[in-house]
């Protein structure tokens, strides 16, 4: 079935949300040379309180948002995988992420099957 307008006003209320949720240099430093990608490393530069902390946590949960809708079918799925790379930052993220699991187990999970969905695809 093809996006219908409605589905293309939610893309557009979940990118303005995406802005409320994560500070706009999130994606910067996500993607930037300064981000360290191993768990034990970023913990250890950026601990919990950090701006870069927060970045990555609003990010994540951005994508834990939509994830969670996606999961639930009320978003088209091939709107939004031409919408979002999902799967690459999950990828990005991935080692941090999972290691936050250890406290939380069901963490993020939403944004990992929609990344694994999406690289399914490719």
Do not use: C
């Not at 981000?35 to 950090?50: H, N």
């Amino acid at each position: 079935m093809a996006a219908t307008k409605e589905d293309a006003q939610l893309v557009v209320q979940l990118a303005q949300l995406g802005g409320q949720m994560s500070d706009p240099k999130a994606r910067g430093f996500i993607w930037g040379d300064s981000f360290v990608s191993d768990a034990k490393g970023f913990f250890e530069k950026y601990p919990p309180g950090t701006d870069e902390w927060d970045y990555v946590g609003g990010v994540a949960a951005w994508y834990e948002t939509i994830g969670t809708l996606w999961k639930h079918g009320l978003l088209d799925e091939e709107l939004l995988f031409d919408w979002l790379w999902v799967a690459g930052m999950w990828e990005r993220l991935s080692p941090i992420l999972v290691a936050m699991r250890e406290s939380t187990p069901a963490l993020w999970t939403n944004f990992e099957a929609m990344a694994k969905a999406q690289a399914a695809r490719a």
